[in-house]
C-alpha cells in the first residue's frame, strides 16, 4: 500500500539548527527536505495521528560545540504523544504521553535551576484539545494550555489557560514571551527564562476590537504584533511594563496618555497599519528586529520597515499564504501557502529558490454549488493523478513517486486569490494510453452574459505530464455545457455528450505536412448525434471501441460511432445516469444515478437488459480495462443532510456477472473523492504470484482533501511497498554563516612542532639545503645558488 | 542743404542692438590663421615703376622668382628669397617674364614687341633667342606648363596678334593677326594639355585657342568686363577670369559655361594665382586688386575664406609652388614677400604634401577633427551605428505598448474602459473588453453607468456588429440587456432612437437572411437524403 498526497501546510515547517534541513509535517509523518535542493531525504513516521507539530529547539546557548552535533526535534500530533527525534539518523529518541489531541506546541529557551547550578531543561508549552468537554456546546472551553517538562515526561503546574478551542501558542526568540490569540484578545505571559517555576508565569492582556488571527514578538524588544480577521496589524509597544517589570517604578506610566492603548491593556503605545483587504495569516518579525513580515489571502509578503511603516512587497505567489518561517541564520525563510506549496525564498531579496510542491487541493468555493464537481484524471499508462487546480492549471501528480510532474496552464488569465471564481476547469479526460488530453473549461456569465464553454485537446510532448495545445474549440455544443468525454481506445477519436441535447464525435485530422516537424494535425468534428432531444449525460466507448454508449438522462443508447448509426436502446434506469463504463472486454455495461434516487447498475448489451443493480449513491466507479471487474466508491451517509461520519466511504469492488461484492473497504473522506484502476508496477509485482493475468492492475484511492493510497485489489496483503526509494545521495554540506561570505578558515594548529632537523644527504638535496637552525644556515645569497642548482639537476631526470 | 534739413536736428543715439560690437571675433577661423602666419617684408623698393608681372619657377629646387621690373627683371632666388644680379632685357621696359616648365629658360616680352629668351641660371649671358613679330608690347609671355613641351611659347601683346613659336627656330608655328579686337592683357596654359592655352583682352572676351586646330579659337566667351588676368585651374576645367572687380570661374570642358562669379574687391582685380596650402594641402585661387587687397577664394566649396590688405595698389602676384612665399608687385615697384614661418610641426607635413609642388585636381578633404567632449556630437556619437554584415545584433527588448483601454482596465476605470474601445471602433477590442468585464463581473454595472452619449456609441456598435456571427451569441445578449436596462433613456433621446430604429431595420434584415437560407436547407436536405441512399 502506497499513501501519498499529504498536505505540507497543515502546520508550519521548521528549519534545522543548521539551517540545511526544512522539517515539514506532512500526515502522521515529518517529511525532512533539503533547503537547498528541495529532495526529500527522509521520513519521520511513529505518530497514530497526524501530525501538528514539528519545533526544532535552539541549542542551548551555554554549549555551543555539541549543538552541531545534536539534531533533535520534538513533533507533538493529535494522537496525544510528544516525540523527540534524531532527524538526522531519523531515529525515535522518546515519548512524552499527553493524552490528549496536541494541537499545538512551543519549547521556548529556558532553563531551571536545580541544586545550585543552571541545569538545561525543556519545557514543552502544548495547546491541547480536551475531548472530554462536549463538543456541541458552543461554550464549552475545550482548548488548554498545559506545560511539560520534557526530561521528566510529566505536566508541571496547573492549566495555563482554557479557551474554545486549541489556540496557537507563539513564542519569542529569547522565550520570554508565550502568547496566543483569544477572540479580541492577545494573552501574553512573562515566563521566567532562568530558574524556571511553573509559578512565577505571568500574565496580561492586550484587548482589541476584532477577532485576532495571529501575533508575534520582536526579538529584542518588548514589543508585540497582532493580526485581525479585517487586515489590520496592531503593533503594541513596551506592553507589560507595570506588570512584568520587576522594580515597580513603572507605575507612573499609569497616568500617562498611552497613545491607541485600548482599556486596561498594559502596554505604551499601541500603533495600527492597514494593508491587507483579508485576514493577516502569519506575523514574523526579521531576525534584527527592523521589519515585520506578514501575509494573507492576498497571496502577497508585506514587508513592512517598523519604524516608518514603509512597506515593501512580494507579490505573485499565486495562492493565500498560511505560515512563514526563517531559518537560524535568516539567510532563508520557508512561506507555505494554501495550494500545498512550500516556497523557499532567498531573504535579502525574497527570491524564490525552490518549492516543495504537493497535490494541489480541490477548488473549495461555494458559489459553485452542485454545478461543479471535483475534476480528476487517470493516465493509467503512466500512474499519473491529473487534478484541476484553482490557478486554471492542470497538476500531473506521480502517484508512485508522490511527486508533482508538471503543471499545464489551461486558461489564458492569471490567476488573483481574492477574486471571485469566473472561470473554472470542468472536465479533464486522458486517453488510456495517455497520448491525448481533453479539456473543458467554462467561463460562468454575468446576468446570462458572456458565459463560454472551451474545448481543447492536447497532444502530449515529450514526456509524461507535458501537453501542448492542439485544437481549440469555442462553444462546441453552443452554449449548453459538456457532460462527458471519452476517448475510442486505439483510435484518435472522441465524443462529447452535451446536456444541450446532442453529442459529437471528433477526429483527428491527419493533415501531417511532411516540412513541418510538428505534427499540424487538429481536431475536427466528424458527426452529430442526438436522442430525442434529451440531455445526453455520460457517454464512453467500449474497450475494443466499436459501440459508443451515450446515456440520454435514463436512458442508454448505443451508436455506432464510424457511421453514426443508432444500435440499440436499453430500458430506463431510475434517474438520470451520471457515469457510464463497459466493464472490461465483457460484454457488461456499468451505469451510475447520482441523483435523490441513486443506482448503480449493471447491463447486459447483448440482450439490452439489466443484469443487477443497488440503490447505492456512488461517488466514482472505475472498471477495469481487461478483466470483468469494477469497483465503485460508495458514499455511506447521503449526500444531502446527515452529519458525517469518520468513515463515510466504501469502496467496492464487484464482479461484473456477480451483484456480490468481491471486496470492500472503508473509507474517509470520501465526498469529492475518486478512485481509478492503475497499471501495475511490473517491475514489483514480478515476483509474486499474481502474474496469471499477465497484467496486475492496482486500484487508487483519491479522497476529498487530494491525500491518496494505492493497494492491490486481490491481495489483502499490503506487500506493494513504497517503490525504492531513491537513493538520496548526502549532499557536500553547505558553507553557512562565516564560511558562507569568507570560506573556511585555515585550522590553526596550536602547537607547531619542531622536528628534528635531518642532515642525512639526500637524494634531493633542495630539502636539506634550507633546513637547519637559521644562526647556523649560511647567508640566503649563498644558499640560492645551490638552491638553483639543485632544481637544475632535476630536469635532465624529468626529460629522460 | 536740402539733405542736411531733412536729418533730425539732434540725432538718436543708435539702439545698442545695431551697432556693431567692437570686440573682434574670438576665434580665427583656420584659413585665417594660416594665411596671417605670413610674415610680410619687402624686397625691392620703392620707386615709379610698375611691378607688372611676377613669376616663380616651377623647378622644384629652390624658389626662384622674377620680376618685371623697368626695364630689366629682377631675380630673387633661395629661402628665404635673396636678390641675384638683375637683367637687363631691353631699352624699353619689361613684360611678362615666364619660366620654362623646367625652369632652364626664361622668356621676357617688352615694350617694342620683341620676345627674348635667356637662361635661367646665367642671364648675364645674353639672350639665347629673340623672337619678333609683335609691334606692340608683349604683355602676355607664356610657357606651356604641361606635357613637358619645351620648344614652344604663346605670346600675345597690344597689337592683339596672338604668336605660337617654335623657339629654337627663332618663327612662328603660327600667328593669328587680330586674335581679339583689343589689347590682349591675360593669357594661361592648360595645366592639362600643353596644346591649349586662353588669353584675355579688352574687348571683354576670353579666348581658348587650341594650338593643334591653329587659327580659329576652339571657345570664345564674353567676361563682360576688361579681361585683366585669367587662370586655369589645376585640373585643367575651369577657367578663371578677372576684369573689372569680378572674378569669374568658367566650366571650359563644359563649353564655357559660368560656374561661380565672385565679386569681393571693389577696384579692379589685376591678378590672379594659385596657393597651395601647406598645413592642409588644399589649393586657393588668390586675387589680387588694385585696391590692396588680396583674397583667398576657396573654388572648391565657393566660398571666399581670408583677405589681407597691403598699404599700396597691387598689379601682380605669384606664390611659390611649395606655398611657403606669397609674393605681391605693387604699382609704386614694391614688392611684397610674405613668407610662411617654419614650424617644427609643419615640417614633416611639407614633406607629405606641402612640397608636392604641382597643384593638385581636386582639393583633399580636410581631416576632421576630433571629437572633444565640448561638442555636443561627442555624446551622441555612434547612436547611429548600423550594424555589419556578420555582427550579432541583440535587439532592444520591445517595449510592450498597451492599448488606452488596457491601461484603463489595469487601473479598474471599468466604464472608461469600455467607452475607450468603443471610439476606437475596432470591433475585435471591444468585445474583448466586454468579456473581461463579464470575467471580473462588472459589465452590467459599466450599462447601468454610460452616458447619453456613450449609449449612442454603444447602440452604434450594437448595430455593426451585433449580427457578424462570430460575436453574435454574445453581443445578442448584450444588447437585450442594454435595452432592457436603458429603454428609460433611451425612449427619451431623439438620436438614441434613431440608432434603435437602425438597430430594427439590421434585425429585420437579419431575420429575412435567415429565412432564406432556411429554405435553402429545405430545398437541399432531401436531395442530400436522396443521395444518401
Request: aromatic share 8%.
Given at each position: ?14 528549519f ?95 532553563t ?66 508565550l ?33 485576532l ?21 496592531l ?25 491607541g ?22 506575523l ?59 516556497h ?81 476547469i ?41 501537453y ?21 481506445p ?55 471501441g ?41 460484454t457488461?455495461?456499468?451505469?451510475l ?88 508496477d ?5 515476483n ?80 636539506t ?9 649560511p ?22 | ?9 539732434f ?78 632685357v ?19 616680352g ?65 600667328t ?84 561661380h ?6 577696384k ?9 596650402m601647406?598645413?592642409?594641402g ?85 581631416a ?23 555582427d550579432?545584433v ?134 442530400l ?5
Open positions: 500500500m502506497i499513501t501519498g498526497g499529504q498536505s505540507f501546510v497543515s502546520a508550519p515547517p521548521a534545522s539548527a543548521d539551517g540545511r534541513l526544512l522539517l515539514v509535517c506532512t500526515g502522521r509523518t515529518v517529511s525532512v527536505f533539503s533547503a537547498s535542493t528541495g529532495m526529500l531525504v527522509s521520513e519521520l513516521g511513529g505518530h497514530e495521528g497526524d501530525v501538528t507539530a514539528v519545533v526544532v529547539p535552539p541549542p542551548p546557548a551555554d554549549a555551543p560545540a555539541v549543538a552541531k552535533v545534536v539534531s533533535y526535534c520534538w513533533t507533538a500530533g493529535l494522537d496525544g504523544v510528544l516525540i523527540c527525534w534524531d532527524y538526522v539518523a531519523a531515529e525515535l529518541v522518546r515519548k512524552v504521553q499527553v493524552g490528549l489531541p496536541v494541537h499545538y506546541m512551543v519549547i521556548p529557551n529556558i531551571r535551576t536545580s541544586k545550585g547550578a543552571d541545569v538545561y531543561a525543556r519545557f514543552a508549552f502544548v495547546s491541547v484539545e480536551d475531548t472530554s468537554k462536549p463538543s456541541k456546546e458552543g461554550k464549552a472551553l475545550r482548548g488548554q494550555m498545559r506545560i511539560y517538562d520534557l526530561t521528566r515526561g510529566c505536566q508541571v503546574g496547573n492549566l495555563l489557560a482554557e479557551t474554545r478551542k486549541p489556540e496557537k501558542i507563539v513564542v519569542s526568540s529569547s522565550g520570554e514571551f502568547g496566543i490569540t483569544n477572540k479580541r484578545k492577545l494573552h501574553v505571559w512573562s515566563v521566567p527564562v532562568k530558574d524556571f517555576k511553573a509559578e512565577n508565569v505571568r500574565k496580561i492582556k492586550l484587548h482589541h476590537t476584532k477577532i488571527n495571529t501575533l508575534a514578538f520582536h526579538p529584542s524588544e518588548r514589543t508585540v504584533a497582532g493580526g485581525d480577521v479585517t487586515g489590520r496589524i503593533i503594541w509597544r513596551g506592553f507589560g511594563n507595570a506588570k512584568f517589570s520587576v522594580s515597580d517604578g513603572a507605575k507612573s506610566k499609569v497616568d500617562e496618555d498611552r497613545d492603548v485600548r482599556g486596561n491593556s498594559d502596554a505604551d503605545t499601541c500603533t495600527t497599519w492597514h494593508w491587507h483587504s483579508g485576514g493577516v495569516k502569519f514574523k518579525f526579521s531576525s534584527d528586529g527592523a521589519y515585520l513580515f506578514s501575509g494573507g489571502m492576498e497571496g502577497v509578503i508585506v514587508v513592512w520597515q517598523l519604524d516608518t511603516g514603509k512597506r515593501r512587497y512580494k507579490p505573485r505567489l499565486g495562492s493565500p499564504l498560511l505560515s512563514f518561517v526563517d531559518s537560524p541564520d535568516s539567510s532563508i525563510s520557508c512561506v507555505s501557502c494554501v495550494n500545498n506549496q512550500v523557499l525564498l532567498k531573504m535579502p531579496n525574497m527570491e524564490i529558490m525552490r518549492s516543495i510542491a504537493g497535490i494541489k487541493l480541490p477548488i473549495s468555493s461555494p458559489d459553485l454549488g452542485g454545478c461543479y464537481r471535483d475534476v480528476y484524471g487517470f493516465d493509467y499508462a503512466n500512474r499519473l493523478v491529473a487534478v484541476a487546480t484553482e490557478d486554471y492549471c492542470i497538476q500531473f501528480y506521480d502517484l508512485f513517486e508522490n511527486s508533482e510532474i508538471s503543471e499545464v496552464q489551461v486558461c489564458e488569465r492569471n490567476f488573483q486569490p481574492v477574486d471571485d471564481i469566473t472561470m473554472y470542468s472536465l479533464v479526460s486522458l486517453s488510456i494510453d495517455g497520448n491525448l488530453m481533453c479539456t473543458v473549461d467554462v467561463k460562468l456569465p454575468e446576468e446570462e452574459l458572456g458565459g463560454l464553454v472551451t474545448l481543447k485537446f492536447w497532444n502530449q510532448g515529450s514526456r509524461a505530464g507535458k501542448f495545445l492542439s485544437t481549440v474549440i469555442y462553444e462546441p455544443h453552443s452554449d449548453a455545457k459538456i457532460s462527458a468525454i471519452a476517448f475510442r486505439g483510435k484518435n477519436m472522441a465524443a462529447t455528450s452535451s446536456f444541450g441535447g446532442n453529442f459529437k464525435v471528433w477526429v483527428q485530422s491527419t493533415l501531417s505536412q511532411p516540412s513541418d516537424e510538428k505534427n499540424q494535425s487538429g481536431w475536427r468534428c466528424q458527426s452529430v448525434g442526438s436522442y430525442k432531444n434529451k440531455p445526453l449525460t455520460a457517454a464512453t466507448f467500449s474497450t475494443d466499436s459501440v459508443l454508449a451515450v446515456a440520454a438522462e435514463s436512458v442508454i443508447t448505443l451508436w455506432d460511432p464510424d457511421n453514426n448509426a443508432l444500435v440499440g436502446v436499453i430500458a430506463e434506469a431510475l434517474s438520470p445516469i451520471t457515469k457510464l463504463s463497459f466493464v472490461g472486454t465483457s457488461f455495461l456499468m451505469s444515478s447520482q441523483s435523490s434516487k441513486p443506482q448503480v447498475a449493471v447491463w447486459n448489451v447483448p440482450n439490452l437488459s439489466m443484469q443487477w443493480s443497488y440503490s447505492l449513491f456512488a461517488e466514482a466507479a472505475c472498471c477495469s480495462s481487461s478483466r470483468s471487474e469494477f469497483a465503485i466508491l460508495a458514499l455511506l451517509s447521503c449526500p444531502d443532510g446527515g452529519t458525517p461520519a469518520e468513515q463515510d466511504g466504501v469502496i467496492l469492488l464487484f464482479d461484473a456477472e456477480n451483484p456480490k461484492p468481491v471486496s470492500s473497504w472503508s473509507v474517509k473522506k470520501a465526498k469529492g473523492g475518486s478512485i481509478a484502476f492503475l497499471k501495475g511490473s517491475s514489483l509485482v514480478a509474486t504470484k499474481d502474474m496469471i493475468d499477465g497484467e496486475a492492475s492496482l486500484l487508487v484511492y483519491v479522497n476529498g482533501s487530494h491525500e491518496y493510497v494505492i493497494f492491490d485489489p486481490r491481495n489483502e496483503e499490503l506487500h506493494i511497498g513504497k517503490s525504492a526509494r531513491k537513493n538520496v545521495q548526502t549532499e557536500e554540506p553547505a558553507p553557512i554563516g562565516y564560511a558562507s561570505i569568507y570560506g573556511e578558515l585555515p585550522k590553526l594548529e596550536s602547537k607547531k612542532e619542531v622536528p628534528e632537523i635531518p642532515f642525512t644527504p639526500s637524494e634531493r638535496p633542495w630539502e639545503i634550507f633546513s637547519g637552525s637559521s644562526h647556523v644556515l647567508p640566503l645569497t649563498k644558499l640560492c645558488s645551490a638552491f638553483l642548482s639543485s632544481l637544475l639537476e632535476k630536469r635532465p631526470v624529468a626529460n629522460e | 542743404m536740402a539733405a542736411d534739413t531733412s536729418k533730425p536736428f540725432p538718436a543715439a543708435p539702439q545698442a542692438a545695431l551697432v556693431p560690437s567692437g570686440r573682434k571675433p574670438s576665434r580665427l577661423s583656420p584659413e585665417s590663421s594660416y594665411w596671417r602666419s605670413f610674415r610680410t617684408s619687402e624686397l625691392a623698393p620703392r620707386n615709379e615703376f610698375n611691378v607688372t608681372h611676377l613669376a616663380f619657377s616651377p623647378a622644384r629646387s629652390t624658389p626662384t622668382l622674377a620680376a618685371s621690373w623697368s626695364t630689366s627683371v629682377l631675380l630673387f632666388s633661395g629661402d628665404p628669397l635673396s636678390p641675384l644680379p638683375r637683367i637687363s631691353s631699352n624699353d621696359v619689361a613684360y611678362c617674364p615666364s619660366f620654362r616648365s623646367d625652369g632652364a629658360l626664361l622668356a621676357v617688352d615694350k617694342k614687341g620683341i620676345v627674348r629668351v635667356f637662361r635661367a641660371d646665367k642671364v648675364s649671358s645674353g639672350p639665347l633667342r629673340t623672337l619678333t613679330a609683335h609691334s606692340a608690347e608683349t604683355r602676355v609671355v607664356r610657357y606651356p606648363v604641361a606635357g613637358g613641351d619645351k620648344v614652344h611659347l604663346f605670346t600675345a601683346g597690344n597689337d592683339a596678334l596672338l604668336a605660337y613659336w617654335d623657339v629654337p627656330s627663332e618663327t612662328p608655328v603660327f593669328v593677326p587680330a586674335a581679339h579686337r583689343d589689347y590682349i592683357r591675360a593669357g594661361s596654359p592648360s595645366p592639362a594639355d600643353n596644346n591649349i592655352f586662353a588669353t584675355g583682352s579688352y574687348d571683354h572676351s576670353v579666348k581658348l585657342w587650341d594650338a593643334r586646330s591653329g587659327k580659329t579659337p576652339s571657345l570664345s566667351f564674353t567676361h563682360g568686363e576688361s579681361v585683366e588676368s585669367v587662370l586655369f585651374l589645376p585640373s585643367g576645367g575651369l577657367l578663371a577670369t578677372a576684369g573689372g572687380n569680378v572674378i569669374k570661374i568658367w566650366d571650359v570642358i563644359g563649353g564655357g559655361r559660368l560656374v562669379s565672385v565679386e569681393s574687391h571693389v579692379t582685380v589685376m591678378a590672379l594665382a594659385l596657393a597651395k601647406t598645413n592642409t588644399e589649393t586657393r585661387l588668390l586675387s589680387a586688386g588694385s585696391d590692396g587687397y588680396v583674397k583667398s577664394f576657396d573654388y572648391g566649396q565657393l566660398k571666399l575664406t581670408h583677405s589681407m590688405r597691403y598699404p599700396m595698389e597691387l598689379l601682380s602676384l605669384a606664390c611659390s609652388p611649395c606655398g611657403t612665399v606669397l609674393v605681391a608687385g605693387s604699382s609704386k615697384g614694391v614688392i611684397f614677400m610674405g613668407r610662411r614661418k617654419k614650424k617644427p610641426a609643419d615640417e614633416d607635413e611639407e614633406e607629405g604634401k606641402g612640397v608636392g609642388g604641382e597643384f593638385d585636381w581636386a582639393p583633399p578633404k580636410p576632421k577633427p576630433p571629437l572633444t567632449p565640448a561638442n555636443y556630437r561627442y555624446f551622441i556619437r555612434g547612436q547611429n551605428a548600423k550594424p555589419k554584415e556578420g550579432f541583440i535587439a532592444k527588448p520591445k517595449k510592450v505598448k498597451f492599448a488606452e483601454h488596457d491601461k484603463l482596465l489595469r487601473k479598474f476605470r471599468h466604464k472608461d474602459a469600455l467607452v475607450s474601445a468603443l471610439a476606437k471602433k475596432n470591433p475585435k477590442n471591444v468585445v474583448a473588453v466586454m468579456e473581461e468585464l463579464v470575467a471580473r463581473r462588472k459589465l452590467v454595472r459599466c450599462i447601468g453607468n454610460l452616458g447619453i452619449e456613450e449609449i449612442g456609441l454603444l447602440l452604434e456598435f450594437l448595430q455593426r456588429n451585433a449580427t457578424l456571427p462570430r460575436y453574435a451569441r454574445f453581443l445578442m445578449g448584450v444588447a437585450n440587456k442594454v435595452l432592457e436596462m436603458l429603454a428609460d433613456d433611451i425612449r427619451s433621446d431623439e438620436k438614441l432612437r434613431g440608432c434603435i430604429k437602425n438597430l430594427k431595420r439590421m434585425i429585420a434584415e437579419e431575420v429575412q437572411i435567415q429565412r432564406t437560407l432556411q429554405g435553402i436547407q429545405g430545398m437541399i436536405l432531401p436531395m437524403a436522396l443521395a444518401s441512399k
